[in-house]
């Protein structure tokens, strides 16, 4: 045990723990008993139940642990749950997609609880080297993922392609981190504001910036370093790209509101308006792209990116309200863009691949509830009231004019009417369109129920109730300001 | 008293159970069980909570449930302000006095339902059941909401039942049309409603019932000019228009009577109607800042109640009679408002809740002997076979009419007094009205009951006789079953006894319920209720009773020739309406009205939507396929460019990759490199972008 661990630490670190734990578990059993799906399913899930409470034991606390390296807080707390959810929903989905393309399931769900383990640690590291290693024990899993239908010459370009871009970004973000090292000194964020503090910003650490910057929007899938996702999210098993859209880019959000919040905010100026840049590219390209799109997951893909540029909105504006509406849109979105990859995924048949737009023909003959639960997820995503993308949204865009950025609040909108189109298209393919190959009906088994009931009640609950995830996201995000206004006095 | 918000919740509860599983999977007995259980207690909650109201001073009390929409900020007149309602609920006099009504009324209508509907089919039944609760539900968030927006909801909730209730039979043409004519409507008033509520918001910074009252109550009085305040008051009017069926949104109530009785009598004379009656008292100082827009109130409602008794004096649909007289009884409560008698109209609602669903109910159970037969007519004599609906109906017009000491007298006469103080003309229209309501009301009850019977007849047959061949044979008019008539009787109580709470002190009353109500309609930092009271102009008391004697030989007037035409000499109002053809004929078909709606309003927006649809083809179609042309040339100009020039040079790499798949090619020509520069590009870009901005200075 190194030096200046206590044993407060790995209480701290209980939920990650936890997790790897359960992983080992996991992959034992995996070993021993690799026919019985049910029995791994719920190994793992039970894994993200018992780690889901060990964190609302630390509910409250602002603490740092192990020597500074990780941060015990709201913040950590909010995050961890949204990517802790959005595996275990991942997971539920999984179940019959596994089934049907024969997947063995021990080494899935071991790798998603990696990944998610990665995504922990990116959401509490409050140092550069924290926070490089979680997003590297995530990448390396989603590597691995993105390749898992090792059949599928697509899903081998996918996890090729996610690789070598992966290695090369990874490599764009750890020259902006030893940059920022070589400036001043030290890897801790609370280290890197202070020494920054009270100096004018050299041009050394405005290149970190924009090199941690671009490292970052690769993760985020942010324009121009985007080019990956299409290809990666359309060849990927399906389950993995949702959990490719919503846990991993939750995570990267976490991360860099991380460093540049909390790390540099003496250079604020600089980079809100990088991310107003990105902000724009993104959102805009992300849906224009989006409107040609005749491959579901395809489609879902632009229309993440597209998402990612609203979610920036939030880091432009940089207050503790953008923050806080920003954490909004992302439980929001957690709910709606897994709900929509879960309606997609339950489309995979043994006979029907099912991800083209126009597999979605006459859908709403066939089965009126995929159908409508569909369009839910749809409006939402589109920010029609009253789902919770409203909700999300107003808020959103409602902080971006309070803070003064009305043009960027006007370009999202316009982007929002754009983005209409395409949502909207699914609607008329699923009510309009002539029936599609019929193929095997579509039956949601159990774990494919409750996926798209919890994706159901969160678009419909938080669109109607908001104020229970606001409150939440208020108080994470105000532990992330806390923290640099401590740093600001001192 | 912070259970109040369980008072809407059990009627919900009720709706969710029977709409989820009992449709499905209950009996008749078990769905109608749990809907008047949970009327049942809704009205026990309520009456407690009433009881705890008499004992606060403030008379007051709000409990919040919850946040509901979090702070958004908006535009308002006086900076951002923040767009926030709580899901909270009131319960004050007013609120009070309308939980009471529809808690009790409902679950009296509840019991009478049970019987009323036995001849539908279960899953039928059931739904009757689940919209009825799903009704009271919205109605008691609609009085007790704390907020605009929690009345809204109810205020749209109602209006959704109103048209499940209507259309309730809806293999029926006529019901499922008069259920969407009543929804649509009402969308023209819940858009002025809408806007009023919008602009209050904007005004005032909050949608808080009370907030705005404090705020309003800080104006001036708009006596000259029509300012902002007047033009909320204004579109919240239009919203009460449409609700409470007032000249011009009037048309779509009679034909609600599409729907069950029971709904006729809950929602459509009761309860849901009195809502814009109720919305105006809500917001009395608001409009008592809008003189202008009071006098509209007042007008339309003298006009409403006068134009709706002349309908209603040749009607012979029994319902369609019941159903004018609802909205000229609702015009009395608007003129009541209108000249600034907010408890006086608040009171009328009360006793007319009684007496109206009573009648109501009386004529579903007229309708029910008669087996569906609504044409009196067709009626006659009935006195001898149905006593207790005889009686208890005859109490109810004897109320309506304003004969003392029943219910109606105390609060018609009330809203009389008041007109005659503020507006002389108001006043005429208003004891024309009382006349010929007094007539039509006992041309009913002669019509019906007196006479000889003039129904078709039936078979006296023994038992064990052909019966079961169809089914369900009529044995001619029968009285009701029990769970009908003994809800008839404890609204005949009501009708008579309701208004004693409300004698006036010309009579030696001291007006219980006009001080009781007092707080609901002043703002609380105002000066004292009793001085609003006392700038009111008043007449001795000899004068007030002369008032009162004469509008009593009004309405004793109107019975009396009810008598005279319809009982002594009968066929003279045949004769009468033969000599008056021209009369008679506009007032049978309504002034025409619909058709004159059908001919303008629909007919109009059909022609303007044909005409739009013909600009869409030829206009903006021609230029949508000119720019198609258009593009097509460029694009066949570009195509021939592409074909002789850039070809030549891509065919000789092209040809060797069509040969392999596509998706292969892409890796192969390795477009991952592409994406990589596309990387570095951009952190180009952007570190050129900074490099500008720092040494170029931007």
């Known amino acids: 045990m190194p030096a200046g661990f206590s044993a407060l630490d790995f209480y701290y670190i209980l939920p990650e723990l936890l997790l790897t734990g359960g992983a080992m578990v996991v992959l034992l059993l995996a070993v021993l008993t690799p026919r019985n799906d049910n029995l791994l399913l719920g190994v793992s899930l039970g894994t993200l139940v018992a780690s889901v409470l060990s964190v609302s034991l630390f509910s409250g606390l602002d603490v740092t642990a192990a020597r500074g390296l990780l941060a015990v807080d709201s913040f950590a707390a909010f995050f961890k749950f949204i990517v802790l959810l959005s595996a275990g929903l991942t997971m539920l989905m999984s179940a019959p997609y596994l089934r049907v393309e024969g997947l063995k399931a021990g080494e899935y769900y071991f790798l998603i609880l990696c990944a998610t383990l990665g995504m922990m640690f990116m959401a509490s590291g409050v140092d550069l080297i924290t926070l490089f290693i979680g997003l590297e024990t995530m990448a390396v899993s989603f590597y691995i993922l993105a390749g898992f ?23 764009v973000l750890l020259y902006g981190m030893s940059l920022v090292y070589g400036a001043t000194g030290t890897t801790s964020l609370q280290g890197i504001a202070v020494a920054l503090s009270g100096q004018s910003p050299s041009m050394v650490i405005v290149l970190a910036v924009v090199l941690i910057g671009a490292g970052m929007g690769f993760k985020i899938a942010a324009v121009p370093f985007h080019m990956w996702a299409p290809d990666v999210y359309e060849g990927a098993p399906t389950p993995v790209t949702a959990f490719l859209s919503v846990g991993s880019k939750a995570a990267s959000f976490a991360m860099l509101l991380r460093i540049f919040v909390e790390a540099l905010p003496a250079v604020a100026a600089d980079w809100s308006a990088l991310f107003w840049v990105l902000a724009v590219l993104t959102m805009t390209l992300g849906n224009i792209a989006a409107l040609t799109q005749s491959n579901l997951k395809r489609m879902l893909a632009y229309s993440s990116i597209a998402h990612a540029g609203y979610l920036l909105i939030g880091v432009v504006v940089g207050t503790e309200r953008g923050v806080a509406s920003m954490l909004v849109y992302l439980g929001v979105y957690l709910f709606m863009q897994l709900g929509a990859f879960a309606i997609v995924v339950a489309m995979r048949r043994s006979d029907v691949v099912g991800d083209e737009l126009k597999d979605l023909g006459g859908l709403f003959r066939r089965s009126p509830a995929a159908a409508f639960m569909m369009l839910l997820f749809m409006l939402s995503l589109g920010g029609i009231p009253p789902t919770a993308g409203f909700m999300g949204k107003v808020w959103l865009f409602g902080a971006a004019v309070d803070a003064g950025f009305v043009w960027l609040a006007v370009i999202a909108v316009a982007n929002s009417a754009v983005s209409l189109y395409y949502y909207l298209r699914v609607v008329v393919f699923m009510w309009m369109h002539e029936d599609a190959q019929p193929g095997s009906p579509l039956v949601f088994g159990p774990a494919m129920t409750v996926a798209l009931g919890i994706a159901i009640l969160g678009t419909v609950v938080f669109g109607i109730y908001p104020q229970l995830l606001f409150e939440q996201a208020q108080a994470a995000a105000g532990t992330l300001e806390g923290f640099s206004a401590t740093v600001a006095l001192r | 008293m912070d259970f109040i918000w369980l008072i809407p919740l059990l009627p919900g509860v009720g709706a969710a159970i029977n709409g989820l599983l009992g449709i499905r999977y209950f009996s008749k007995v078990l ?78 209508i509840h019991l009478y339902s049970t019987a009323y509907m ?179 109130v007042a007008t339309v409602g003298a006009l409403t109640a006068l134009m709706a008794a002349t309908i ?240 009593v030989l009004v309405g004793l007037a109107g019975i009396s020739l009810a008598y005279h035409l319809y009982v002594r000499r009968r066929g003279q109002a045949d004769r009468l309406a033969a000599n008056w053809s021209v009369a008679h004929r506009v007032l049978l078909n309504k002034y025409y009205v619909d058709e004159a709606y059908g001919a303008t309003a629909i007919d109009g927006t059909m022609a303007s939507a044909r005409g739009l649809w013909t600009v869409d083809r030829r206009v903006v179609d021609g230029a949508v396929n000119g720019a198609g042309w258009l593009t097509r040339a460029l694009s066949w100009v570009s195509h021939v460019l592409d074909k002789y020039v850039v070809d030549g040079l891509v065919n000789l790499v092209g040809w060797i990759c069509q040969e392999g798949s596509y998706l292969f090619r892409r890796v192969q020509t390795g477009l991952i490199q592409n994406y990589a520069v596309a990387t570095l590009f951009g952190v180009f870009a952007f570190i050129t972008m900074y490099l500008v901005a720092r040494y170029v200075g931007v």
């Open chain 2, 118 to 296: 036995d001849h539908e089919p279960r899953g039928g039944y059931v739904r009757f059941f689940c919209y009825l609760n799903l009704f009271c539900f919205f109605m008691l968030t609609l009085v007790l909401g704390s907020t605009f927006l929690v009345m809204f909801v109810g205020w749209e909730g109602v209006g959704l039942c109103s048209y499940l209730l209507i259309g309730f039979w809806y293999h029926k043409q006529s019901a499922s049309d008069a259920g969407k004519k009543a929804f649509i409507v009402n969308r023209i008033g819940d858009f002025g409603f809408v806007l009023g509520v919008f602009l209050v918001f904007y005004t005032f910074g909050t949608v808080d019932f009370r907030e705005v009252a404090e705020a309003a109550s800080h104006m001036p009085v708009e006596v000259a000019g029509f300012g902002v305040v007047s033009a909320i008051c204004l579109l919240l009017f239009v919203g009460a228009v449409g609700k409470s069926a007032q000249i011009p949104l009037y048309v779509w109530l009679p034909d609600a009577m599409e729907g069950p009785t029971p709904v006729s009598a809950l929602i459509h004379a009761a309860t849901m109607v009195t809502a814009g009656v109720y919305m105006v008292g809500r917001n009395a100082v608001l409009f008592e800042h809008a003189p202008m827009v009071m006098t509209v």
């Open chain 2, 312 to 551: 209603g004096l040749v009607q012979t649909d029994i319902k369609k009679v019941l159903a004018y007289s609802t909205v000229s009884q609702l015009g009395y409560m608007f003129l009541a408002t209108g000249v600034g008698a907010f408890a006086a109209g608040a009171f009328h609602l009360m006793t007319h809740a009684f007496f109206k669903a009573l009648l109501f109910l009386g004529s579903g159970s007229v309708i029910h002997a008669m087996d569906e037969e609504q044409d009196m007519k067709k009626m006659g004599g009935l006195k001898y076979y149905m006593g207790t609906t005889f009686i208890t109906m005859f109490i109810g017009a004897i109320a309506i009419a304003g004969v003392p000491p029943f219910s109606g007298f105390f609060s018609k006469d009330e809203i009389l007094y008041r007109t005659f103080l503020s507006n002389k003309w108001l006043w005429g229209l208003a004891v024309v009205t009382a006349g010929m309501t007094a007539f039509y009301m006992f041309r009913l009850i002669f019509m019906t009951f007196f006479g000889d019977y003039r129904g078709p007849g039936w078979k006296h047959e023994e038992h064990g006789g052909h019966a079961e061949e169809h089914g369900h044979t009529w044995h001619g008019p029968h009285e009701s079953p029990r769970l009908m008539t003994v809800p008839l009787m404890v609204l005949a109580v009501g009708a008579f006894a309701a208004g004693f709470v409300g004698v006036p002190a010309a009579l030696g009353g001291g007006n219980a319920i006009e001080h009781f109500l007092e707080p609901s309609f002043v703002a609380t930092s105002a000066s004292h209720a009793g001085e609003a009271e006392h700038a009111v102009a008043h007449l001795s008391h000899g004068a007030e009773l002369a008032l009162m004697a004469f509008s």
């Open chain 1, 149 to 171: 239908l090792k059949p599928n010459p697509r899903s081998n370009e996918a996890a090729v392609k996610y690789f070598l871009l992966g290695a090369f970004s990874l490599g």
């Open chain 2, 31 to 108: 769905a109608a069980r749990i809907a008047c259980a949970t009327m049942g207690a809704a009205l026990l909650l309520s009456l407690v909570a009433f009881l705890e109201l008499l004992g606060l001073e403030h008379r007051e009390h709000v409990v919040t449930l919850a946040h509901w929409i979090p702070p958004i900020p908006l535009e308002t007149a006086s900076g951002i302000g923040a767009f926030e309602v709580p899901w909270a609920f009131r319960l004050d006099p007013l609120s009070g006095m309308m939980i009471l009504i529809v808690t009790g009324i409902g679950f009296l």
